[in-house]
């Protein structure tokens, strides 16, 4: 062999046993990593379990909730409706109410205005004839003198 390839030879060898030598130590401590990266999604794995168990309830509860939100709004509609009815059956009342009594009031109310201006009519002609007549007889009076 020649002392050229010898040299090649060697320099590989030399070459192989440094990229094994550093290898090595490189492929120990992504090991390493990788074990302290595998108890990590370990521990993660636990808590995401939670959460999810955590998330479900909590989805499961917002459904109740959603549910019961719902019942409340149909029985919310339902008492509307049911006042509604009963504001239009008052109103209808109501009306036939008026209806009866708003004439006979009403009637009452003129014939009262017309009894109290008849009234006022009366007194005052009465107290205007005697008002006239005591002025005639003061004129007559005044005459006289």
């Known amino acids: 062999m020649s002392i050229p390839l010898q040299i090649a ?20 401590q992504l090991r390493n990593h ?14 995401v379990s939670l959460l999810v168990q955590d998330s ?4 499961h509860n917002v459904n109740e909730l959603s549910t019961r939100a719902t019942r409340q709004c149909d029985d ?3 008492v509307i409706q049911t006042v509604r ?3 239009e059956r008052v109103d209808r ?3 036939e109410v008026g209806s ?8 009452a109310a003129r014939n009262a205005l017309i009894f109290r ?14 008002h006239r007549q005591s002025q005639k007889a003061e004129e007559q009076h005044v005459r006289q003198q």
């Not at 479900?56 to 989805?59: K, V």
């Not at 201006?117 to 005697?130: D, M, S």
């Open 117 to 130: 201006k008849g009234i006022a009519k009366f007194f005052e002609t009465f107290l205007n004839r005697n």
């Open 100 to 107: 009866v009594l708003e004439p006979p009031v009403l009637t």
């Open 34 to 47: 990788a074990a302290r990266l595998t108890q990590t999604l370990a521990e993660l794995k636990v808590e």
């Open 9 to 28: 030879l060697f320099l590989a060898s030399v070459a192989v046993v440094i990229f094994v030598a550093c290898c090595i130590p490189a492929i120990l």
């Open 56 to 59: 479900r309830r909590l989805l």
């Open 93 to 95: 009342v109501v009306e």
């Open 85 to 87: 009815g009963w504001t």
């Open 76 to 78: 919310i509609e339902r």
